[in-house]
């Protein structure tokens, strides 16, 4: 088999939260060919199982490679890699300062210049930047920018630039205001990192940890398949049958709740979409938080109220929401400019009752995995005998449990920690916030005029996000929105969006090729929409 398809199955299998399997066939691609973005997708792997020093490890592998062959963008990248691995191993100032490099290779800047980064420290040695320092900073940055509104307009930076930059901000913002809780003197106020490593780690030792050896090596030591995925063994069939009584009682209740969830989004907000009947308007309340917001009082749900969790930080006080027939619309303004690679963190699906598209809730062993991520290490935490028969309320403790109060900002797997439980929205003390009364930005007055871009009319730039479309409206919109990711598509996602929107009538539309090819799509109309065959 050669090294491209094993890599590429082995990227699959990360994707799947197959961790164990998917750094095997990365390692047996890397023996072969020494790619730097598979090194990068082994980091991510490795990371998930708990391995921060050898997703380090890779990820340095990463940058010495896309170093000699002069690729900034991979370079980039394999800096990201870093800071995430840094953060995880409590080295802060280190973790600021390689985020720091990639921020500056994103601008252009000398692969090998002397910016001086490591030597910002005291006499004592500790690293002397701070959080504001680099928000203050990085506001300036932002404001010359929309200074520059022709350029912004015409596309003046690339798109794969502007993410890599906010996800090193982001990584330097959690980095530098984790220091800060540091006592002066602390190991992760100390900078121990080079900007290019000289030790290289040698594939071969890394990948013969995890290639099946031959028979004729008995006394290889092997790793256990559970500490390479980053789960504990089942300490015994009865404790595998309660984890499996657990998860078949968990899902049989969570089934019925389901939420239908669609959204889109730009580079500066989210709107999402929860297609639910007969919402109280008058009652209803939004309670925003940066990373978290709760809605109710909504109909079929155990609580009374969804909570949806954020994958990246928003502007809380900018929140927007319509309450209509058929649906709950939301608009969310991103804290940092930038695409996001999806609407929630990765372990949400498991626990809340959103349904994005065909995604499912999790499998048996992402739920006992983040079951114990969060301390359970038993399924006795999770027994029914507190409750007899009253199945609602073993199911509302459940997810108090399962439902963590804050994620770390883009994809950062935090360590396991306790968290508050989580309380059911009460609409009677949680403060609508709608288009009539939502709280103005006071930091930035500005950003309540109308988009900087080319116009020829004389009133000057029409601000679209002022108007308030009325319910049945049908704006030309949404087809212009359709018609431009069709042009801008790669063949891939065309025959995705062709196969899923003629197979289902129109009433399903994917991107995802490898999706696509594999299922095929029935009619599914909107709720309170009845499909009919055209000669009936």
């Not at 910016?115 to 930047?129: A, S």
């Not at 290889?220 to 009682?249: C, N, Q, T, Y």
């Amino acid at each position: 088999m050669s090294a491209n398809i094993l890599a590429n199955e082995g990227v699959s299998l990360v994707k799947a939260s197959k961790y164990a399997e998917g750094i095997e066939k990365l390692s047996q691609a890397l023996k072969a060919q020494p790619a730097p973005v598979w090194f990068l997708e082994r980091s991510k792997a490795y990371l998930r199982t708990n391995e921060v020093q050898r997703a380090l490890n890779d990820a340095e592998q990463a940058l010495s490679i896309a170093f000699e062959r002069a690729n900034r963008d991979l370079m980039a990248d394999a800096q990201i890699r870093r800071a995430i691995a840094l953060f995880r191993l409590d080295r802060y100032a280190d973790a600021d300062i390689c985020a720091f490099w990639a921020i500056r290779l994103v601008e252009g800047a000398r692969a090998s210049e002397d910016d001086g980064q490591q030597n910002k420290v005291n006499e004592n040695g500790d690293y002397t930047v701070t959080a504001k320092e680099v928000q203050d900073a990085n506001q300036a940055a932002e404001a010359s920018k929309k200074n520059d509104g022709l350029s912004a307009a015409m596309g003046g930076e690339r798109s794969k630039s502007t993410t890599v930059r906010n996800l090193a901000f982001s990584w330097r913002i959690q980095a530098l205001t984790k220091m800060d809780q540091l006592e002066a003197g602390a190991p992760g106020r100390k900078v121990n990192v080079a900007r290019y490593p000289k030790t290289k780690v040698q594939v071969e030792e890394v990948d013969n940890l995890h290639v099946d050896e031959p028979a004729e090596e008995p006394n290889k030591p092997k790793i256990p398949a559970h500490i390479l995925s980053g789960l504990h063994p089942e300490p015994s069939d009865s404790g595998s049958w309660a984890w499996d009584d657990v998860w078949r009682e968990f899902r049989a209740e969570h089934a019925k709740h389901d939420i239908r969830t669609d959204f889109y989004q730009n580079d500066t907000t989210l709107n999402v979409s929860f297609f639910v009947k007969n919402v109280p308007k008058d009652e209803f309340r939004v309670d925003a938080q940066e990373q978290r917001v709760t809605l109710g009082p909504i109909p079929n749900t155990p609580s009374g109220s969804l909570t949806l969790h954020l994958l990246d930080k928003i502007r809380p006080a900018d929140t927007t929401h319509t309450v209509k027939s058929m649906k709950v619309e939301l608009v969310l303004r991103k804290a940092i400019p930038g695409k996001w690679g999806a609407l929630r963190p990765p372990t949400a699906s498991i626990f809340d009752n959103i349904t994005i598209g065909q995604a499912s809730h999790g499998t048996r062993d992402e739920f006992i995995g983040h079951a114990r991520s969060l301390g359970y290490d038993s399924p006795s935490s999770f027994s029914k005998n507190a409750f007899g028969d009253d199945t609602r309320a073993w199911y509302l403790a459940l997810l108090d449990k399962l439902s963590p109060v804050t994620y770390d900002t883009v994809n950062a797997p935090a360590a396991p920690q306790s968290t508050p439980d989580a309380t059911p929205l009460k609409p009677s003390t949680v403060e609508a916030v709608t288009k009539e009364n939502a709280t103005p930005n006071t930091a930035a007055p500005a950003s309540s005029a109308g988009p900087s871009y080319p116009t020829s009319s004389k009133s000057g730039p029409k601000n679209w996000d002022a108007i308030d479309l009325d319910e049945d409206d049908n704006p030309e919109g949404v087809d212009d929105f359709f018609k431009k990711l069709y042009k801008d598509a790669d063949p891939d996602m065309r025959r995705a969006m062709m196969k899923s929107y003629v197979e289902s009538n129109g009433t399903s539309l994917s991107t995802s090729w490898e999706e696509a090819s594999k299922k095929s799509y029935t009619t599914s109309p909107p709720d309170g929409v009845e499909a009919k065959k055209w000669d009936k």
